[in-house]
Structure formats: C-alpha cells, structure tokens
C-alpha cells in the first residue's frame, strides 16, 4: 500500500513481534482453562491479605497486571470463533469463550474477592487518576454481579441466568456467522444488476443442487446462487428492476437463521429476570445505569424526540419515492393504483434511483472509480497526514495471518521520531464461518505497564466486500467506502490510544461514545477533496483490467478512456446526496433502537414472557419507518424472523442501540467544532487525536468531550445539518 520508496527507506523493526495464527483446537481451550486457572491464582492470593492491610500496592495491582495480560490471550481466543477459515477451529474457539465468560462470571462473584476489593475501595487512598478509575470500575463488577446485595440463593440464581444468556448470546452469534442460506435466481430475475455483480459468481445449470433443493429449469438455462451476505443483498436491493426478486430476497433475509427465534425470547426473559433479582426494573435499567444517559427513561425520550422532529421530513421523503415508484411503473407498462405503497423492499432500489434522476448519481460508475486495494491505500494517507501515522505493508508468511487475503500493516508515529504504535489488520473478503458484516475487532488492547514497559495494540478490520477477479477488482460504492472508513477510524482509536489499563484501551469507552469518533470521520467522505484524491478509475490499475474495461462497454467505436480521477462534476453531484432520505435513513435507526428498549423495558417480569417479539418488531417498522410490509398484502405482522437475526442486541449492544443516533449528535458537534472549516487540519487532527482518541476509556467520556469542546456537547449541529427546528 505504500509507495516503493516510503518501504524501501523505512527500515526500523518493530519492539514487538506480531501475533501468530498457529492455534490448534485443543490449544484453544487448554490456553483459556490456564487463564481461568491463572485468574484464580491471583485472587486466592489477594484475599488472603488482611483487608485491615489491604491497600492499591498489594490487591488492586497485582490483579490490574494479571489483567492488563490475560486481556490480551483472551481476545485472540475468542476471535477465533468470528474470523477462522476452519470450523474445527470456530468451534474451540467458542467452547473457548464459554470457559472464559463463566470464569469471568464465577470470579467476579466471589464474596471473598468483592470483600477485599470493597476494604481498599473505602479507604480511598491517593492514587493516580487511571488506577482510581480502574478501582471504580472494578468494584462496579462485583455491584453489577450482585454482590453485597443478593443473598446466597438468588446469587446462585444469578449466576445461573448469567450463564445460561453468556451461552445463548454465544449460540445465536454461532448461528449467524455460520448460516450459508441464500436463494437461486436467473439471469432474468437479476435484471438491472451491473455487469460486475455476476463476475465470479457461482453459477449452475438447472440439474444442479444445492442445500438439497433442485434448481429449476430457467429460460436462461442457468441459476445463480446468491447468499444472504452484504455483497450480494445490497445490489440486489439496489439495482433488481423486478420487485418480486427485491421482495423474495428481503424476505429470504429477513426469515433466516430461524433457529434463532426459541434462543433469542429465552434470552430476553432471562435479562430481565436476572435485572429483577438485582432490583432493578428492567433490564435496560440495570444496562443504563452506569452509563452517560444513565437511565431508559432519557432514551425513551431522546427516541421519541427524534421521532418528533423527523417526523414530517420523513414523510415529504416518503411521498418522493412514491411519486417515484408510480412514474417508474407507468414508465414500464404497469397499472397504477391510488392505494400504490411504498414497501420495505422498494426503499433501498427507489433511493439509488431517486439520486440516479435527480443528482446524475450513477453509482456503478461511480465505483469503477473506488477499487478496494486502491481506495485502502488512500485512507491511510489520509489518517498518515492528520494524525502523523506512517502504515507500513508488513510481508505475510504462514502463520501470520489467517487467511491469504488478509493484509498487514506495522504502524508508526511520525510526531514522536517513528516510535511503534502497533499492528493493523485488513481481512477484505467474506468466507465461510466469517462474521458477516463489517466490523473492528481490538485483537489486543495496549497498555503502560507500572514499570514503563509499553505493551501494543493490534486492530484487525473484518469487512465483507466483492471478490475480485482477473477482470475485475473488488469495486466498492460510496456505502461501502463510508462503512471502511468508519471501521479504520476505530482501529485508529486503538491504534493511537495510550492507557496504563488494557480494558480502557482504544475503543473500550462507553456504548454510548464509542462509535461517536469513527462516525466524525465518516463525514470526510462527503467532501469534495477527499471524494477526488481517493478516486482513481481501475482501468488505469493494469493492462488487464484495461481490456477487461473496453469489452465491457456496448460500443467500440469512438471508445474513450475515462479520465484517471473521478471529474469534478460527478464529485459534486455525489456530495450533493449526502442527506438525500437522510430522515428516512435516521428513522430506521429509530426503529430499531425502539424495538431494543421496548423488550428490555417491560412492566413486568410476565409481560416479557408473553410478549410477541416479531409482531412487535414489524409493527414499530411499519409505525417509525412509515414503509409497508407484508401486513399491507394481507400477511399478519408475525411474518419474517427479524428480530431474531437482530445482531447488534445479543453482541453488546442491547438496550444500546440508541447510541448510532445519539452518536450522530456527538460526531455532528465535534465535526464541526474541528474539521468543517479544513479536513486537514493537522493541528486541529493533532489535537483530536490526543485529546479525544489518546485516553481511551481511562476516564468519564462526558469528561473527555468536554474537556476537548470546551463545553457540554449539544444537538445543535445536528439539528441545522438536518435542517430539524424545534
């Protein structure tokens, strides 16, 4: 990704080897019963201090040093289950987790633990600011466990719920990462797709089988097997000119993994009985509690809120894309009813098209402009200039990747004489057994130990884009390009992040801040400048894809290349789109964070165990989206299996998805108190990065945005990017 002579020049070595990808199956379990093993170790010699004696040197620091290491095993063993090629190894990894996750659970459950902890955490000693926080945080566990509150059967009770969920989070996230369901269509039935969809795919002639189902006879005579993974439902939803093959592959989508509905109400009951046994209300109460909002009622609130203020921008965006729809089906010979809806399926196709109209925004040629390799390597310049890194392409050999695709980076900071900062992953294609989605994963946390010896971090980026071919890269839309640069801002946040604990490092902040800083610099990739210098069109990459170029258009004659970089026309006619729907867009973030506080907050511990989960889950789609479903054709609203394939509440963020809005509010001030006047700023990026990204969660993330803005942060901006008013 660098340039030859940037590589050639840098010759410093790195203080600390990378990781080794080497695990074996029986590695994986062995290596996590050690450090469960190991953990109980330490905490049987803690507590056999005199808890008259007991001070900072001699509890809270050996088991702070215990910790700062075992972190760093641990997420690796648990990585495994998510990102391994091999199943065998997918699946230690998960036994893996459970033997991890109940150790954590029985450890911060002992009495004797909490008791000695407790003893250091009255005396309130003089310590420095880091280590006072860690000790919050740490008698906070054993208050979030029950301790000193239950009495010894409802914790044994506590300890059973708490388990039994760990499993069915574990099960469920196995589930998904593991499904390999998918739909065949014909050629006829992907009408409108771009021609580089079907490059690579996989194809079958109608005898073939597959999942034990025989395909049909076509009149194309072929199928094409599309999975239910982002590089194949996006275009679908995108650009399938047939709304049947749009609805069949939404509702394929939407009814998967069904397996996971009986797994997904057992562990909504088992929150909120496991939050009652604690005294709390509901689980929600019990999850907000030591939190920035601090309780469901703000959420509540904040949600409806939004709600209110898009409300009526929601539905004018509603009303164009109908108008839409009924002049595109006129346009095609189709009768036009007055009761014509807006349905589920048609968002995402009438929103490409709305912009394709209405901004000349021609999406796959705006992607022959953004290939991945190329793209990558323009981000990292970018976050190399406004934060003084330097990306190094680290040569890969056996064990030190996991799979061949993979991309590594040592990583340099150029503000303090090249000093190491740590490893960065690239993991680019979607595999069997892959996490499905795009996503960050703090692979090792970094931290300072007390001795001064420095321990670094390694980020590894999960993404799930087109394969590329001999004719063809992997060609990513402005979507995708906005989704990498999220993700790398978060590796960047560990990255750069400098904390003496390694549970406060990087990107281990509160939910409820954490994507706020990857979301900030998202908003480059809404700026002329950055949109240009990362465009480059692919026939420019080879001889090969050149040719691959010229056979693909219609016509030969008077053929010209097109320019290298994307022109300036089309530059602006993208940035035009940045809010193009942007009420509908919110509104479904909306919903889902309704959906996640409405089953964390019952009345009663009885009505979460008669609540009907997917009929409340279409019908808040149906009310906050304003879009129709199936219901609207005469289906009751318990179709689909939505809320079971919901990822994001069984994976941390449950009664938490709030945060991908109230995140907005946080990176629309920071955004534009830093970088609206000039991206590049490298002061202003400079103090971004040690004021913001640098603590980590080392401190109160309240106390970290104000001491950066100067003030509380507001929704000000936000408002007057979205033109809202109150």
């Given at each position: 990704?660098?340039?030859?002579?940037?590589?050639?020049?840098?010759?410093?070595?790195?203080?600390?080897?990378?990781?080794?990808?080497?695990?074996?199956?029986g590695?994986?379990?062995?290596?996590?019963?050690?450090l469960?093993?190991?953990?109980?170790?330490?905490?049987?010699?803690?507590?056999?201090?005199?808890?008259?004696?007991a001070?900072?040197?001699?509890?809270?620091?050996?088991?702070?040093n215990?910790e700062?290491?075992?972190?760093?095993?641990s997420?690796?063993?648990?990585?495994?289950?998510?990102?391994?090629?091999?199943?065998?190894?997918?699946?230690?990894?998960?036994?893996?987790?459970k033997?991890?996750?109940?150790?954590?659970?029985?450890?911060?459950?002992?009495?004797?633990?909490?008791r000695?902890?407790?003893?250091?955490?009255?005396?309130?000693?003089?310590?420095?600011?880091?280590?006072?926080?860690?000790?919050?945080k740490?008698?906070q566990?054993?208050?979030?466990?029950?301790?000193?509150?239950?009495?010894?059967?409802?914790?044994?009770?506590?300890?059973?719920?708490?388990?039994?969920?760990?499993d069915?989070?574990?099960?469920?996230?196995?589930?998904l990462?593991?499904?390999?369901?998918?739909?065949?269509?014909?050629?006829?039935?992907?009408?409108?797709?771009?021609?580089?969809?079907?490059?690579?795919?996989?194809?079958?002639?109608?005898?073939?089988?597959?999942?034990?189902?025989?395909?049909?006879?076509?009149?194309?005579?072929?199928?094409?097997?599309?999975?239910?993974?982002?590089?194949?439902?996006?275009?679908?939803?995108?650009?399938?000119?047939?709304?049947?093959?749009?609805?069949?592959?939404?509702?394929?989508?939407?009814s998967?993994?069904?397996?996971?509905?009986?797994?997904?109400?057992?562990?909504?009951?088992?929150?909120?009985?496991?939050?009652?046994l604690?005294?709390?209300?509901?689980?929600?109460?019990?999850?907000?509690?030591?939190?920035?909002?601090?309780?469901?009622?703000?959420?509540?609130?904040?949600?409806?809120?939004?709600?209110?203020?898009?409300?009526?921008?929601?539905d004018?965006?509603?009303?164009?894309?109908?108008?839409?729809?009924?002049?595109?089906?006129?346009?095609?010979g189709?009768?036009?009813?007055?009761?014509e809806?807006?349905?589920?399926?048609?968002?995402?196709?009438?929103?490409?098209?709305?912009?394709?109209?209405?901004?000349?925004?021609?999406?796959?040629?705006?992607?022959?402009?953004?290939?991945?390799?190329?793209?990558?390597?323009?981000?990292?310049?970018?976050?190399?200039?406004?934060?003084?890194?330097?990306?190094?392409t680290?040569?890969?050999?056996?064990?030190?990747?996991l799979?061949?695709?993979?991309t590594?980076?040592?990583?340099?900071?150029?503000?303090?004489n090249?000093?190491?900062?740590?490893?960065f992953?690239?993991?680019?294609?979607?595999?069997d057994?892959?996490?499905?989605?795009?996503g960050?994963?703090?692979?090792?946390p970094?931290?300072?130990a007390?001795?001064?010896?420095?321990?670094?971090?390694?980020?590894?980026?999960?993404?799930?884009?087109?394969?590329p071919?001999?004719?063809?890269?992997?060609?990513?839309?402005?979507?995708?390009?906005?989704?990498?640069?999220?993700?790398?801002?978060?590796?960047?946040h560990?990255?750069?992040?400098?904390?003496?604990?390694?549970?406060?490092?990087?990107?281990?902040v509160?939910?409820?801040?954490?994507?706020?800083?990857?979301?900030?610099?998202?908003?480059?990739?809404w700026?002329p400048r950055?949109?240009?210098e990362?465009?480059?069109?692919?026939?420019?990459l080879?001889?090969?894809?050149f040719?691959?170029?010229?056979?693909?258009?219609p016509?030969?004659?008077?053929?010209?290349?097109?320019?290298?970089?994307l022109?300036?026309?089309?530059?602006?006619q993208?940035?035009k789109?940045?809010?193009?729907?942007?009420?509908?867009?919110?509104m479904?973030?909306?919903?889902?964070?309704?959906?996640?506080?409405?089953?964390?907050?019952?009345?009663?511990?009885d009505?979460?165990?008669?609540?009907?989960?997917?009929?409340?889950?279409?019908?808040?789609?149906?009310?906050?989206?304003?879009?129709?479903?199936?219901?609207?054709?005469?289906?009751?609203?318990?179709w689909?299996?939505?809320f079971?394939?919901?990822r994001?509440?069984?994976?941390?963020?449950?009664?938490?998805?709030?945060?991908?809005?109230?995140?907005?509010?946080?990176?629309?001030?920071?955004?534009?108190s830093?970088?609206?006047?000039?991206?590049?700023?490298?002061?202003?990026?400079?103090?971004?990065?040690?004021?913001l990204?640098?603590?980590?969660?080392?401190?109160?993330?309240?106390?970290?945005?104000?001491?950066?803005?100067?003030?509380?942060?507001?929704?000000?901006a936000?408002?007057?990017?979205?033109?809202?008013?109150?």
């Amino acid at each position: 990704m660098e340039s030859k002579a940037r590589n050639t020049q840098f010759t410093h070595v790195p203080p600390q080897p990378p990781l080794k990808f080497d695990a074996t199956p029986g590695s994986l379990v062995a290596d996590a019963r050690k450090l469960v093993t190991d953990a109980e170790s330490v905490v049987n010699q803690i507590t056999k201090i005199d808890r008259k004696e007991a001070d900072f040197s001699n509890v809270i620091l050996p088991f702070l040093n215990h910790e700062n290491l075992a972190l760093r095993e641990s997420l690796v063993i648990r990585f495994y289950r998510s990102t391994s090629p091999r199943k065998d190894l997918r699946d230690a990894s998960d036994e893996a987790s459970k033997i991890l996750t109940d150790g954590e659970i029985d450890l911060f459950m002992r009495e004797d633990f909490y008791r000695t902890v407790d003893a250091v955490y009255r005396k309130a000693e003089a310590m420095d600011p880091e280590y006072q926080y860690f000790l919050l945080k740490l008698h906070q566990d054993f208050e979030r466990n029950g301790l000193g509150i239950l009495s010894i059967n409802d914790k044994q009770r506590f300890r059973e719920v708490r388990k039994r969920t760990a499993d069915l989070e574990r099960e469920c996230l196995k589930n998904l990462n593991g499904q390999t369901e998918g739909l065949w269509f014909t050629r006829q039935d992907l009408e409108g797709l771009p021609d580089h969809f079907f490059h690579d795919r996989q194809s079958q002639s109608t005898t073939s089988v597959a999942d034990g189902t025989r395909a049909g006879d076509t009149e194309a005579g072929e199928k094409l097997w599309v999975r239910y993974k982002d590089p194949d439902i996006i275009p679908i939803m995108k650009f399938a000119t047939n709304s049947a093959t749009r609805r069949k592959m939404f509702m394929g989508n939407e009814s998967r993994c069904p397996q996971n509905r009986p797994l997904y109400c057992e562990i909504f009951a088992l929150r909120d009985e496991a939050a009652r046994l604690l005294g709390y209300p509901n689980h929600a109460a019990y999850r907000t509690h030591y939190k920035m909002v601090q309780t469901p009622a703000a959420v509540h609130q904040s949600l409806l809120d939004v709600q209110e203020q898009l409300h009526g921008q929601r539905d004018r965006e509603l009303a164009t894309l109908l108008d839409l729809k009924k002049e595109d089906l006129k346009d095609n010979g189709n009768v036009v009813t007055n009761d014509e809806k807006l349905f589920l399926w048609d968002r995402v196709f009438y929103d490409r098209l709305l912009k394709e109209k209405h901004y000349s925004f021609d999406q796959p040629l705006l992607a022959e402009y953004f290939s991945f390799d190329q793209t990558l390597s323009g981000m990292l310049r970018i976050y190399e200039d406004i934060f003084y890194l330097r990306f190094i392409t680290v040569k890969t050999e056996g064990n030190m990747v996991l799979h061949d695709s993979v991309t590594m980076f040592s990583v340099w900071d150029t503000n303090d004489n090249d000093s190491f900062l740590g490893y960065f992953y690239v993991d680019p294609y979607p595999r069997d057994g892959k996490y499905t989605h795009a996503g960050h994963y703090r692979l090792q946390p970094g931290f300072t130990a007390p001795s001064g010896q420095r321990c670094y971090p390694s980020s590894w980026l999960n993404i799930n884009f087109p394969y590329p071919t001999s004719t063809m890269p992997s060609l990513l839309k402005h979507e995708e390009l906005r989704r990498l640069f999220h993700e790398i801002g978060h590796a960047i946040h560990n990255l750069v992040s400098k904390t003496k604990c390694s549970r406060f490092h990087g990107t281990s902040v509160d939910r409820d801040f954490v994507e706020a800083p990857a979301m900030l610099l998202e908003k480059f990739l809404w700026k002329p400048r950055h949109v240009k210098e990362l465009s480059y069109h692919y026939s420019y990459l080879s001889p090969e894809y050149f040719e691959s170029w010229k056979a693909s258009q219609p016509s030969q004659e008077g053929l010209q290349r097109p320019p290298i970089q994307l022109p300036d026309q089309l530059v602006e006619q993208l940035v035009k789109t940045e809010h193009v729907n942007g009420a509908i867009n919110n509104m479904w973030k909306a919903w889902h964070a309704s959906f996640d506080m409405a089953v964390h907050t019952p009345r009663s511990h009885d009505e979460i165990l008669e609540m009907e989960f997917q009929v409340l889950f279409n019908k808040l789609r149906a009310k906050i989206t304003g879009l129709a479903g199936p219901e609207a054709l005469g289906q009751d609203f318990d179709w689909g299996n939505g809320f079971a394939v919901f990822r994001a509440i069984i994976s941390g963020y449950d009664a938490g998805y709030y945060v991908y809005l109230l995140s907005q509010i946080y990176s629309t001030d920071l955004f534009q108190s830093t970088f609206e006047p000039n991206t590049m700023d490298v002061e202003k990026g400079m103090q971004y990065r040690y004021q913001l990204l640098q603590p980590g969660g080392s401190q109160p993330e309240m106390l970290t945005l104000m001491n950066y803005l100067g003030r509380e942060p507001n929704a000000d901006a936000f408002r007057k990017e979205h033109e809202v008013n109150e």
